[in-house]
């Protein structure tokens, strides 16, 4: 196993192993690709935490970060960061990857003097990496109450003491929402990918019997 920085000539292979980790999870297909295609550019980009996982050679994971921010009940803003997508291939998954790969990353992370971070996910296995309610650290989600515990809204204090006793809500980064901003552009990106099925299944957001 090998982990490293992507380069520009690897970017269809992540692009192509992103959409198959995500199809159909979250909704009939997915957008995390375009996302990622979309984000490199992006000023808010982390590059040195733009890393690949290799196995014999063949890529089969990645993950990169964001800068972000938390608004304060002062209105100030407070610099934050998150991270994802973050994509192990279908075939290696739950084989310890994944877990492997984020704890790379989030040893890089605080090496580079990153204090916070905040995503969405499902605790039972980001709890593995340090990660716990975001609300039970005074951090609110901007679309749920602020009284709410939200539990897919996670947070970790990679510096201690870096977040303290203060209080906020965190939005993510406006570049995670641009294939919902961008349908036209989004659908011609697609269009170069293999055709896959897109299913509604349970677990998606928004599904209903």
């Not at 297909?29 to 992006?42: A, K, M, S, W």
């Not at 965190?170 to 990106?189: I, L, M, N, R, S």
């Amino acid at each position: 196993m090998n982990i490293r920085l992507e380069t520009p000539k690897d970017y269809r292979e992540v692009e192509n192993l992103t959409r198959e980790a995500f199809w159909n999870v979250y909704r009939p297909g997915c957008t995390e690709h375009y996302v990622l295609y979309q984000f490199r550019t992006n000023p808010d980009f982390i590059p040195e935490l733009d890393l690949v996982m290799e196995e014999d050679g063949k890529i089969i994971g990645h993950v990169m970060f964001s800068k972000a921010e938390i608004i304060l009940n002062d209105g100030t803003n407070f610099p934050s960061w998150t991270f994802g997508p973050i994509s192990i291939h279908p075939d290696y998954k739950r084989k310890g990857y994944g877990l492997k790969l984020l704890n790379y990353a989030l040893e890089k992370a605080k090496e580079m003097g990153i204090g916070l971070l905040q995503m969405e996910g499902n605790i039972e296995f980001y709890k593995h990496a340090g990660f716990g309610l975001a609300s039970k650290m005074k951090i609110h989600y901007h679309a749920e109450p602020r009284e709410s515990e939200v539990p897919y809204f996670l947070a970790q204090e990679l510096i201690p003491g870096y977040w303290g006793n203060r209080e906020g809500t965190y939005c993510p980064p406006k570049g995670y929402f641009v294939a919902d901003e961008h349908p036209e552009a989004f659908e011609a990106y697609e269009a170069t990918f293999p055709q896959k099925e897109k299913l509604r299944l349970p677990g998606q957001l928004g599904y209903e019997e």
